[in-house]
């Protein structure tokens, strides 16, 4: 997913639980802004990664995405 605007308090969410941001630069762990066009990389704890996961993409308190992990184009 990388959007067409920005995105000034983007969270995942896996299962209801927060996924920290892979880069750890952040002022935030778990909290991040998306750039115009721009992206991120979160971690998904080892041997927890199921298809029928629901993954969450939030700005703020606004859902931007729900999909199954199984379902996510990964690139």
């Known amino acids: 997913?990388?959007?067409d605007r920005l995105i000034e308090r983007c969270t995942v969410t896996y299962d209801n639980n927060l996924l920290?941001?892979?880069d750890k630069t952040e002022e935030s762990r778990y909290e991040k802004t998306i750039?115009?066009?721009g992206g991120g990389n979160v971690r998904i704890p080892k041997g927890a990664e199921r298809d029928d996961a629901i993954v969450v993409v939030k700005d703020g308190k606004k859902v931007l995405k729900r999909?199954?992990?199984g379902d996510l184009t990964i690139d």
């Open 35 to 37: 750039e115009l066009g």
């Open 67 to 69: 999909a199954k992990y």
């Open 1 to 3: 997913m990388h959007p």
């Open 20 to 22: 920290p941001w892979w």
